[in-house]
Each structure stands twice: as structure tokens, then as C-alpha cells.
């Protein structure tokens, strides 16, 4: 995707030495673009914990060049170890994440330490890369949802939540990135963005992008989307996920389930975009076995903005006795999705759809 004219992608290799990191530092969005540079596996390892990169996309193919900055400083099997568990550590609920770390380590078991580097950096390389792919066709497949709808003559208005655009991924992104596609096709999208409390991702990144790339949007708070919905606004849903059971079970960020019920309740269609890395087979009950992030309780009670005077402030929007409690996400079960937005096509939300869809995966499935 580019901004203001220029190609990027959301991680790359520094241009100058090779082998250090840069990555788009969404903490600092939408008012100030800052490209930090990492260079070792702690700088990883708190970039995405501190969510300067955030995203079950991007945050494996973060965690892959931390083994590789890892390997570059020291490739014995102790620190192969301790890398793979110290960035495990930083997130609970994103399985790409897992998926990522487990892809680097069997890459890299087998060789020895001498080769480790160079082999940790192509296979960082082709997460990435494989990633940008896999958005792609992910679009393309939820392009023909979006051009069904446009067959009537009129806009498609679609509402999403958090943010599942290009930087929540290597490129592309993963739910903004049917809508992509049909802006780039010339077909009439608006997009209703929430503002995703408590931390805006929303508000800050999803409407950051989508006006880079000149997507008609509108910044809506979380508790609208259900008046909307009955207004006749919204003609679809489509949402990003961190982790999807066998099942269909979806896990995404904190209010998704509740859209998915006044989805259900107005007869609108809602659908998950995502890239098979985000399948989590060994799992079948959303609500029991996907591990809930549980942040801060500061992220809920203050707020980040811009004040009048220019300025960047942060503010405690509550009484300063009054606590917060501040789960990450929530999971909405299959029977409320109406589609699987993935690279090989779109399936129902259950275990014999994917299992059709991705046969490879059955024997993890029985695992």
C-alpha cells in the first residue's frame, strides 16, 4: 500500500545495513508517521508487547525476524530457546504468532548454529512475503461479496471494527482488504469505522489508512453500529480475527461479539477475513480454550489525543478512585459468522467447511 505516494510495507529490512529491522510504529498514528528500527530480539520482543506493531499477521512475522536478529547475535540451541519462549510471551491470543515461532524453529533446528542466520532471515523473508500473498487472494475472494452487493446500483456501506488493514499485516491487510479492491476496481464502498475502544485502533489506525488510500469512511462510536444496523445503513460486516478454532469459534478484538449479534438480530451479513495462519486446529471451544488478553486497566481509563493547542496529551477520563477492568478481546461462535473470508475461498464457519477447504490441516486436526 503506499502513503502519500510512496510503497510500503508494515516490516522491512534496513536499506542500509541488511539486517536490522524497520517497522511503522503505530503507537505514534495517526499523528506522527516514525519508522523505529529493531535490532535485537528484546527491541522485538517489546515492540510487540508495547503493540508498536500489532495484528496476528504482523505480530508472526515480527516475532520471526526477532529469531532471526536472535540467530544473527548468537545461534546456539540455548538461545534458539530462550528466544522462542521470550517472544511466545508477549501476546496470549494471536496463534500467528505460535505459528510463526513454531514455522522458525523447525526451519532451524536441524541446521547448525554456522548457518542459522542466513537460514533465519529466508525463512522471515518468505513469512512475509507469503503473507503479502495470502492478503491478496484474501481480497480477491472478498471482492466478489462486495460486487454481489454492488449489482444493485447503490453505494456498499460496510462497518468493521478494530483494525484489519495493511499495517495490522505485512501488506494488504486481511478485512480491509476486499474493500481495497473494490475502491481500486472503481465500485462505490463507504466504510463505517469503529472507533474500537479502549484503544482506538479504529479510530486511530483503520481511518488513517483507509483516508491514505481514499476510502470514503466515517469514524462511528462502538455503541452505534447496532442503531445503524436497524437504520438500514450497513449492508455487511467484515472483521479481522486473532484466532479461529477448528470450529469456526472467532476470536477478535473486545466488541466484536457484540456486532456479531445485532448483525444477526438486522439480517446483515457478517463475515471473518483471515489467512489460514490464524486457524488454530488443536483447539474446537472458542469460549474455553482461546486464551483472553487481559491490558492494562490504564488503557481504559486514560486517553490519547491531540489537544487544541496541537499538542499530544494523554488524559484520565475517569474518577481518579474508580478502576477498569480490560479484556483485549472476545469470542463470537460460529453460529453468527456467516463466512470465512480465507486465501483458498470463503467456507462456512465450521470444522467440516475448513476441513474441506484446508485438507492438509486434518492431521494437526486429530493432534
Known amino acids: 500500500m503506499k502513503i502519500d505516494g510512496r510503497a510500503f510495507r508494515s516490516i522491512w529490512l534496513d536499506e542500509t545495513d541488511h ?76 496463534i500467528n504468532l505460535r505459528w510463526a515461532l513454531e514455522r522458525m524453529e523447525q526451519s532451524l533446528r536441524t541446521h547448525p548454529p554456522a548457518e542459522r542466520a542466513d537460514i533465519a532471515y529466508q525463512a522471515a523473508a518468505a513469512i512475509c512475503d507469503e503473507d503479502v500473498a495470502t492478503n491478496r487472494a484474501i481480497g480477491t475472494h ?75 469512511h466515517t469514524v462511528i462510536v462502538d455503541n452505534a453500529g447496532g442503531h445503524l444496523m436497524q437504520r438500514g445503513a450497513i449492508d455487511m460486516v467484515i472483521v479481522g480475527t486473532d484466532r479461529v478454532t477448528r470450529t469456526g469459534d472467532v476470536a477478535n478484538k473486545i466488541g466484536t461479539y457484540l456486532k456479531a449479534l445485532a448483525a444477526r438480530d438486522n439480517g446483515i451479513p457478517f463475515y471473518v477475513a483471515l489467512p489460514s495462519s490464524t486457524i488454530d486446529w488443536r483447539i474446537a471451544d472458542g469460549l474455553s480454550d482461546i486464551p483472553i488478553e487481559e491490558r492494562a486497566a490504564s488503557e481504559v481509563t486514560t486517553i490519547t489525543g491531540r489537544a487544541l493547542d496541537g499538542s499530544i496529551a494523554t488524559v484520565r477520563i475517569v474518577p481518579k478512585d474508580s478502576d477498569a477492568v480490560n479484556p483485549a478481546f472476545d469470542v463470537t461462535p460460529a453460529r453468527l459468522v456467516s463466512g470465512l473470508i480465507t486465501e483458498l475461498g470463503i467456507c462456512a464457519a465450521s470444522e467440516p467447511a475448513l476441513a474441506a477447504l484446508f485438507p492438509q490441516a486434518r492431521e494437526p486436526m486429530a493432534a
Open 142 to 216: 472478498g471482492l466478489s461479496l462486495i460486487e454481489a452487493r454492488a449489482r444493485s446500483g447503490r453505494r456498499v456501506n460496510l462497518l468493521t471494527h478494530c483494525n484489519a488493514g495493511w499495517i495490522a499485516t505485512v501488506d494488504w491487510g486481511t478485512a480491509l482488504a476486499p474493500i481495497y479492491r473494490a475502491h481500486d476496481a472503481g465500485i462505490d464502498v463507504h466504510v463505517y469505522v469503529d472507533e474500537t475502544r479502549p484503544r482506538n485502533q479504529g479510530a486511530s489506525l483503520t481511518a488513517w489508512e483507509l483516508g491514505k488510500h481514499g476510502v470514503p
Open 19 to 94: 539486517w536490522s529491522v524497520r517497522i511503522i510504529d503505530q503507537t505514534k498514528l495517526p499523528w506522527t508517521f516514525d519508522i523505529a528500527r529493531l535490532s535485537n530480539a528484546d527491541h522485538v520482543a517489546h515492540a510487540i508487547r508495547a503493540m508498536q506493531v500489532r495484528g496476528a499477521p504482523l505480530i508472526g512475522a515480527t516475532a520471526a525476524y526477532g529469531v532471526a536478529l536472535a540467530m544473527r547475535a548468537d545461534p546456539s540451541n540455548d538461545s534458539l530457546t530462550q528466544v522462542i519462549a521470550q517472544l511466545a510471551a508477549t501476546r496470549p491470543t494471536a
